[in-house]
């Protein structure tokens, strides 16, 4: 269980999650667990990730090697790089396909945001992309995420930042799943030409 958000705003973008982890009933705080990030740095990339805990060690191993990091730069860099990422997830991480068959296509089971330097971006478990205007969450506290980053987005009182942290805020104090400290990042984005 988890909660991500990512904010585009005033020539910036930020990043942030929550750090609880949790298996069934039980609760692994950051207080417990040294390794509680769910944001990863992938070259000019922050990659916030959602479901099993264990995908987390599979895609920084899988963009840990020696090759450059993947571009991430457009919604068809990011699908092209996740399509041929779930083949090899399959074939190196033993990703289990999916039972469902009522699904057209065949599920990664991972909910992903991305912030860099050219904008922000989701990737659904199914590898929809999307590029955001304004915000987004993931997560099992995603709902609460979205109504506060709705509520708070035109506060000129707010940066990116904050508002990205009111998000995983409000899913801490509503969702079971989601828990503190927050952890949060910003990156500048590129001016568009």
Known sequence: MTTI????????AAIAA????KWGPAKES??????HTKILRVGENLLAV??????KHIIEDYFGGDEPPPILDSVAAIFRTWNRMHGDFKE??????????????????????????????GVSG???VQEFSKFYAYGSGGDYALGALWSAYDRADLD????????????IEFDDGTGPPIESFVIPLAAKP
């Open 50 to 55: 959602t479901g099993n805990a264990t995908f």
């Open 92 to 121: 190196h991480y033993f990703l289990q396909a999916e039972e469902d068959k009522e699904e057209a296509i065949e599920s990664t089971r991972i909910d992903v945001l991305i912030a860099n330097p050219h904008g922000i971006f």
């Open 18 to 21: 929550d750090t609880l982890t």
């Open 5 to 12: 958000a990512v904010v585009r705003k005033n020539g910036v």
């Open 160 to 171: 990116a930042e904050a508002i990205a942290r009111h998000a995983i805020d409000a899913a």
């Open 30 to 35: 950051a207080a417990y667990v040294v390794n």
């Open 126 to 128: 199914q590898r929809t």
